[in-house]
Structures are given as structure tokens and as C-alpha cells.
């Protein structure tokens, strides 16, 4: 089996190359890569080359949740990370286990093992999906977490109308007039929530379809939107989006 780490930290590195030769000496460690930046490239070339992912969540440069915003990954990964939050997201893409740090030789032997349980159950079954389209079904996240004061509310999708980006700042806008930050950047977002119904009308904005209650055009080609409830912020859609909001806004 021929794995990839992408980890920033080098001694957790050495420890699951440790741990992964440990369980099987026969494992490959193709690469190590520390950064999104580092990554992105990597695997758009060799991905075809990889058997399965081990991901940090966060890196030094973002979240790896990015990577499936830029790159379609076909294979098996299973995240790592020090925080517990970050869990249901692992599993909206195709992950098969989420470790949490410090990692053990015995909750990496677990995942390894449910790796090789399901590839011999779907590679002896003749009427199921491979294994990989399984993992890789689509689902998107349905709520968010936010933090008032001491509390914490959950507020489902459907209740959102717009995220936006200003400067380090991410905001969600909610249908009962309500603004929340939230930990994720724009880029990432893209990667959770359903494209059939949110769509990035710029840097710095995301909307939802059923929220425009408005659309005109505005200068230089592009267009401007109005939400209910309204936002007392202008929301443009760029010029290089005009094509791609007009097919995503009728085809829905």
C-alpha cells in the first residue's frame, strides 16, 4: 500500500511513518507534505500513484478541507488532528476514520484494519459500488456552530442567506436579520455546502439562491443583488462569475 502524509508537524510525521511501517513493513511512504501549497500541486500530479491520505486537518497555511475546493481526491483518507470539532466535516468527504491526537499504534491499527474490512467486503460483493464512490457519495453540511457570548447555537443552513468574507472575518447572515462569525474561510466553505444552492458571487461573498429577491445590472457587465432580508452591504457579482451565476441561477 502506498500512502501519503500530509503533515506539518514533523515528529507526528515520523511517528505515523513509525506506527504505519510498525503495522505492515510493506507500506510505502510515497511523500510527505506539509502545507496546502506543497500539496495541491503534489497530488494534482501523482494522486493516480496513492492507495490512501493521511490528513492533519489543520496546516500551517489552512485547513486541508481546501484541497477538495481545488482537486477531486479519489482515494481513502483518514484526518488526524488535536480537535474533535473538525469531525463531521472529515466525513462529508471520503473519509474512512478521524484519529485524534496524540495518535496511537492502536487507533491507527483500528482504522487501517476498517480499511481493509471494507475493500474486501465491497471487492467480494457483485452488486455494490466500488469502494471509493461509496466513500466519495456527496453530502454537505447542514449547520453551522456559532458562538454568542457563552453560548453556543446551532443554526441550519437553511436558515442562511449569505456568508461573507472581510478581511480575517467570516460572517454568516441568517433569515431573521442575524450576522454570526464563524471559523471557516470562504474557500473551504465551498467545499461543504451544496452548490445547488449556494453559489460565490465574488471574493467576498457567498449567497443563497432562495434569498435573491433581486437582481440587476450593474456597471461594467456585472450584476447586483438584493437579499430578504436585505444586507446593508452591495453584493456584486464579478465580471469573471457573470456567465457561470446565470447558469447556476436559472438552472436551479
Request: charged letters at 25%; a neutral charge; hydrophobic letters at 45%.
Amino acid at each position: 500500500m502506498k500512502v501519503v502524509l500530509i503533515e506539518d508537524e514533523p515528529l507526528a510525521a515520523e511517528k505515523l511513518t513509525r506506527y504505519l511501517l510498525k503495522y505492515n513493513d510493506s507500506i510505502e511512504i510515497l511523500k510527505t507534505l506539509s502545507s496546502l501549497k506543497e500539496a495541491i500541486p503534489w497530488i494534482s500530479e501523482h494522486k493516480s500513484s496513492v492507495d490512501l491520505f493521511f490528513m492533519d486537518v489543520q496546516l500551517s497555511d489552512g485547513l486541508s478541507f481546501e484541497l477538495f475546493s481545488q482537486l477531486s481526491i479519489d482515494k481513502p483518507i483518514i484526518f488526524t488532528t488535536a480537535f474533535d470539532e473538525f469531525a463531521v466535516d472529515a466525513f462529508k468527504v471520503n473519509s474512512i476514520d478521524y484519529l485524534l491526537k496524540p495518535i496511537t499504534f492502536t487507533a491507527l491499527s483500528q482504522a487501517l484494519k476498517k480499511l481493509d474490512s471494507l475493500q474486501k467486503q465491497f471487492s467480494n460483493s457483485e452488486n455494490v459500488t466500488p469502494l471509493i464512490k461509496q466513500l466519495s457519495k456527496k453530502s454537505f453540511k447542514d449547520r453551522f456552530l456559532v458562538k454568542i457570548g457563552n453560548h453556543i447555537r446551532s443554526i441550519p443552513s437553511s436558515d442562511i442567506i449569505a456568508f461573507q468574507a472581510e478581511g480575517r472575518d467570516v460572517s454568516l447572515f441568517t433569515i431573521n436579520g442575524k450576522e454570526y462569525l464563524i471559523e471557516y474561510k470562504l474557500e473551504t466553505l465551498e467545499g461543504l455546502i451544496d452548490p445547488k444552492v449556494f453559489f460565490r458571487v465574488n471574493r467576498g461573498f457567498i449567497v443563497a439562491l432562495n434569498a435573491i429577491s433581486d437582481v440587476t445590472v450593474y456597471s461594467n457587465r456585472r450584476l447586483k443583488l438584493l437579499l430578504n432580508p436585505a444586507i446593508e452591504k452591495d453584493i456584486v457579482v464579478s465580471r469573471e462569475k457573470v456567465n457561470d451565476f446565470k447558469t447556476w441561477f436559472e438552472g436551479n
